[in-house]
C-alpha cells in the first residue's frame, strides 16, 4: 500500500508541505495573519498565549508550538515574535530546528514596528514558499502514516456506527506497521477498564489509569457535575445520557490492538503502534495536541455535525447519521450510515474510511482543508498571571 | 458488536447484558417495534416516543440499578423503568466525573 510524502532532513515524511507561521505570543498574530494574507499557501496560527504565563503550562504552549513546527508535514517555518514575551522565540527556532527544517524568526520590536515586520516577513515568507513549491512528492509506504482518532459532536450514531468503522481503518493501519493515537482522556472515564485491558503492560495501564484520575480531581475540583459540559448539550440532544456512555460508544474508534503507550499532551509520539495521549474531549485543543505529536491526519467522527479542520494536518470527517451526512455535505468526507440501514458491513465501512485515509495520504484535500478550516487551541493547565 | 445491522430493524441492542436498544429511526408511543438483539430480532411495546439514536429499557430496570449498555455500566437509574420507556437524563444519572457530589461531600465511586 503506497501513499505521496514529502522527504524530510531527519528522515520523516510529510504527506503535505506547509509554510507554517508561528506567532510565539497573541501579541504577534496581527502581524503573522497579514503575512500570510500576502503570501499564497501559508499558514498562521494565532494563539492567545506565549505571555504571562509560568512552569508546565508555560512548558505546554512551548511544546505544542514546538510540536506543530516539527509536524513533517510542515516543510518550513516562520516565527513571529513580539519581543518581550515568555515563549522564547530562539529557544523555539533551536527546537523546531532539530528536525532540520528552515526556520526563520523576525521580532516586531527589532522590525521597527508592524509594517516593517509584515514586510520582512513577507520577503522570508515567499522566498521559503518558493524553495517548498520546487520540491515533489514520492511514493513511500503506507505504513509511515501516524493518525489521530478523533470524536466530536457525537451522537448515539457515533457509537454504534462510525466509532466502531473508524476502528476498524485503524486496525488495517496498524497492520501496515503504521501508528494510531487515540485520546480524549475526558472521554474514557467510564470506560479506562475497558482499555487498561488492552495495555501492552501494567505500566502503561497505571498511567491511563493516572492520566484519568487526573482528569476527575479537576472536575471535582470544579465542585460540577460534568454532564451538561460533557456529554454536552448537543449530545444529551443526540441521545446520550451520561459520560460513561459516551466513553464506551468512544473508544471502538481506536480498533482492536494492543494499546503499546500513553503520553503527554502534545509530546513526540514514543513509537509504532497504538498509543493513547493525555488530552481534553474539546475538539480542537485535542487535534491541535495530537498534530503536535507528529500525527499525519486525523480522523474525526461526528454525529450531529462539526466542520472543525486543523492548520497542518487534514481532518477527515466521517459520520454515521445519514441525516447529517445529508445536511453538511459540505463538511462530511465519508457517509458510513449504511451501517444502521443494515447495507454496509462494519468491515465494508472500515474499508470505505481507509481508502479515504490513503487518497488523503497521497494529496486529496478533505473539505476541511478545501473550506480553509485551520482551528488552532493550546490546552491551558494555568492560570493566567 | 454485530457485523452488520438488518435492515428494517427498528432499535440496537449492542450487547446481551444490555437492558437498552438504541433506536434507529424515530419510534412512536403505543407502537409495537422490532429490534436486534444479537441474531435474535425481539419485538416490543413502546410506552413513550423514542427519538432516533435514543434508548428505551427493554426490560424493567429497578431505581438505584446499573444500567448497561455496550456490555458495560453506563449509569444508574434514578427512577424504576418500565420496558418500553425512554431511557435518559430524566430517569439515569452518570456515575462518575460528579464533582457535584465531590462537593456535598459524598464519595468518589471509582468503578
Redesign the interface.
Known amino acids: 500500500m503506497q501513499i505521496k510524502g514529502y522527504a524530510r532532513p531527519n528522515g520523516d515524511y510529510g504527506i503535505r508541505n506547509h509554510l507554517l507561521i508561528i506567532p510565539t505570543v497573541i501579541c504577534s498574530n496581527q502581524v503573522s495573519n497579514r503575512i500570510m494574507q500576502m503570501v499564497p499557501d501559508t499558514v498562521a496560527i494565532p494563539h492567545q498565549h506565549g505571555c504571562s504565563q509560568i512552569g508546565a503550562d508555560k512548558e505546554r504552549t512551548f511544546e505544542t508550538l514546538a510540536g506543530t513546527g516539527k509536524n513533517p508535514n510542515v516543510g518550513a517555518v516562520l516565527i513571529v515574535s513580539l519581543g518581550c514575551e515568555v515563549v522564547d522565540p530562539y529557544e523555539l527556532a533551536r527546537e523546531i530546528g532539530k528536525t532540520g527544517k528552515r526556520v526563520e524568526v523576525i521580532d516586531i520590536q527589532e522590525c521597527g514596528g508592524s509594517i516593517k515586520a509584515i514586510q520582512r516577513g513577507a520577503e522570508l515568507a515567499r522566498e521559503m514558499r518558493r524553495e517548498l513549491d520546487a520540491m515533489q512528492p514520492e511514493p513511500i509506504p503506507a505504513g509511515i502514516l501516524r493518525i489521530g482518532v478523533k470524536c466530536g459532536g457525537s451522537d448515539a450514531t457515533s457509537g454504534i456506527a462510525s466509532n466502531p468503522a473508524l476502528g476498524v481503518a485503524s486496525d488495517l493501519l496498524i497492520a501496515e506497521g503504521g501508528t494510531v493515537v487515540i485520546s480524549e482522556t475526558t472521554e474514557i472515564i467510564g470506560a479506562e477498564h475497558v482499555l487498561a485491558r488492552r495495555c501492552a503492560s501494567p505500566e502503561v495501564a497505571d498511567q491511563l489509569y493516572r492520566f484519568v484520575e487526573r482528569f476527575e480531581r479537576e472536575v471535582a475540583r470544579m465542585g460540577a457535575d460534568m454532564r451538561g459540559g460533557n456529554p454536552s448539550p448537543g449530545n444529551i440532544a443526540g441521545g446520550l445520557s451520561t459520560i460513561e456512555e459516551k466513553s464506551l460508544g468512544c473508544i471502538s474508534k481506536c480498533g482492536t490492538a494492543p494499546i503499546v503507550g500513553a503520553f503527554e499532551y502534545a509530546a513526540p509520539i514514543p513509537g509504532k503502534g497504538l498509543y493513547f495521549m493525555d488530552s481534553p474531549g474539546n475538539d480542537i485543543e485535542c487535534v491541535s495536541g495530537m498534530a503536535a505529536s507528529g500525527v499525519h491526519l486525523v480522523c474525526f467522527t461526528t454525529g450531529r455535525g462539526t466542520p472543525t479542520g486543523a492548520p497542518v494536518v487534514p481532518v477527515i470527517k466521517i459520520t454515521g447519521n445519514k441525516l447529517t451526512y445529508e445536511r453538511m455535505t459540505d463538511n462530511m468526507d465519508v457517509d458510513v450510515s449504511g451501517i444502521l440501514d443494515g447495507v454496509l458491513s462494519m468491515e465494508e465501512a472500515g474499508r470505505l474510511i481507509w481508502n479515504e485515509i490513503l487518497e488523503t495520504a497521497s494529496g486529496k484535500l478533505t473539505k476541511a482543508e478545501i473550506l480553509g478550516h485551520t482551528e488552532f487551541s493550546i490546552n491551558r493547565i494555568g492560570p493566567s498571571l | 458488536?454485530?457485523?452488520?445491522?438488518?435492515?428494517?430493524?427498528d432499535a440496537?441492542v449492542?450487547d446481551a447484558q444490555d437492558h437498552v436498544a438504541?433506536?434507529?429511526k424515530d419510534l412512536k408511543a403505543g407502537s409495537r417495534i422490532r429490534y436486534r438483539r444479537g441474531t435474535e430480532i425481539e419485538q416490543l411495546a413502546l410506552l413513550q416516543d423514542i427519538?432516533?439514536?435514543?434508548?428505551v429499557a427493554i426490560r424493567a430496570i429497578e431505581a438505584g440499578e446499573e444500567v448497561r449498555?455496550?456490555g458495560?455500566?453506563?449509569?444508574r437509574a434514578t427512577a424504576h423503568i418500565r420496558p418500553g420507556e425512554h431511557?435518559?437524563?430524566h430517569n439515569?444519572?452518570?456515575?462518575?466525573?460528579?464533582?457535584?457530589?465531590?462537593?456535598e461531600g459524598g464519595s468518589?465511586d471509582a468503578n
Do not use: C, N, W
Open positions: 458488536m454485530a457485523k452488520s445491522i438488518e435492515a428494517g430493524a440496537l449492542v438504541t433506536a434507529l427519538p432516533f439514536g435514543h434508548k449498555k455496550y458495560e455500566v453506563i449509569g431511557v435518559h437524563v439515569i444519572e452518570g456515575i462518575r466525573g460528579r464533582g457535584d457530589q465531590a462537593a468518589h
